[in-house]
């Protein structure tokens, strides 16, 4: 009885659907963070009377022939990398991209990551990093007697420090833009790598071409929509359902040919 | 003297293939452009040596519901579903798949893709967006526009018999031989929307119970031929014995 099997794959699919979704309802305050979708494909077919095959001794077609298909499969999980919203903070180190980019940092093991998240912090050294302590690239360090930090819309940073009635520029944020960027690995901490499947990054400055502008005392919200969410969620739920009902059924038919004597 | 059993063999084998239907119906209730199907049963016709016909259960072939999914708005610039007749063309291998399944992304040379990495074919073959373009938007008749200009137009694929298509693993459609490829008229593109699977949760639900229950119906008729043909042995061999 392969729709034992089905159902099987079936209710699979579906607890990956739950998991799916339960992480972006978890991440749903989580600066940067961009939601994902589970997405399922069919599997594979038996042909057991093949359309086009003859059905009689005159030579009539079987117009549609029997295809047994075998169940579901998870084929991706989608990143859905549309534009989180806007929360204004006032920090002068929360920045926020508004249209296509990613913040650059170095990673500890000297590999480059991205994010999206732009609540930057000062190290003991003055060196603009995560809060993680990972440098944000390319290395922008503020002196020590500095009474205010400002980032324009370019990402240039300029700092004013006494004595001095003019503010003096110390560095510029840089981005990155990728071909694909739901194919970038996200490691955690709302850091994503670089894949094949992203394809490489080109790097540049923000409000120019195809990258977006930078916001200074803002936050990007996750992407999350709670309503969105929720309704996923029942039909993911009603699907697995469903599913063990196909089990339970099966299950009845398979007992009641044992039944049989 | 055995045909009563082996028209109830004949009613529960296609059952069960109808529950394996059911059932792969079910698991891709949320499967983006999926396609229910139903098995269509036929009176199967044999002659006994005594010239009479006895009439056997087949399911002969199936019947494919291609009515539209519900249609879900996604706001994802690379979810595209199709209203009216057609389907997206597919390039597996150097050769032509169709699919309803919208949801679309780019790969690592830019090129549009399928969810498994599968090039969309445009009207001149895949569809490139260069790097560094963004605001993706397609259009109703499906032209592909970036910041950078122009991609190139989707194709959309049509078939006078859509039911002679064969499916494939992936939500893919494989024209059947000797099908005529016809281009998609009427047909539009809607951004931002997937097209999810067609099967009706509540239909596949109260299909589920009926064939339970005629599984079970013809469960307890094979034990009832069964007890006749015992009773007349018995009858037979009592007769014998006085």
Known sequence: MRALNIGATGMLAQQTNVEVISNNIANMNTTGFKRQRAEFGDLLYQNLRRSGSTSSQEGTVVPTGVQLGLGVRTMATYRITTQGTMRITDNPLDVALNGEGYFSIELPGGET?????????LSSTGTIVTPDGYTVQPGITVPTDTLSISINQNGEVSVRQPNSTTETVVGQLELALFPNEAGLEAIGSNIYKETVASGAPTTGAANTQGFGTILQGTLEASNVNSVEEITSLITAQRAYEMNSKVITSSDEMLRTITNLR | ???????????????????????????????NGYRGERPLFQEFLTKTDDGQRISQSIDR????????????????????????????????????RYTRNGSLRLNAEGNIVTNSGQAILGEDGPINIPAGAHSISITKDGVIQSSQGEHGR??????????????????????????????AENIEVLQGSLERSNVQGILAMTELINVTRAYT???????DEDQRQMNAIRTISNMRGN
Do not use: C, W
């Not at chain 2, 859509?162 to 016809?182: D, H, I, R, T, W």
């Open chain 1, 113 to 121: 990551g991205y994010t999206r998240a732009g609540a930057f912090q």
């Open chain 2, 154 to 183: 989707l194709r959309f694929a049509d078939f006078e018999n859509e039911y002679l298509l064969l499916k494939e693993a992936g939500g893919l459609f494989k024209s059947a031989p000797n099908q005529e490829v016809l281009a």
């Open chain 2, 217 to 223: 119906r013809a469960a307890s008729f094979a034990k």
């Open chain 2, 61 to 96: 072939g199936l019947v494919r519901d291609m009515t539209p999914g519900r249609i879900e708005t996604t706001d994802n610039p690379l979810d595209v579903a199709l209203s009216g007749k057609g389907f997206l063309v597919v390039d597996v291998n150097g050769e032509e």
């Open chain 2, 1 to 31: 003297m055995e045909n009563a059993g082996y028209i109830i063999l004949s009613r529960q084998t296609a059952l069960g293939r109808n529950l394996q239907m059911l059932a792969h119906n079910i698991a891709n209730m949320n499967t």
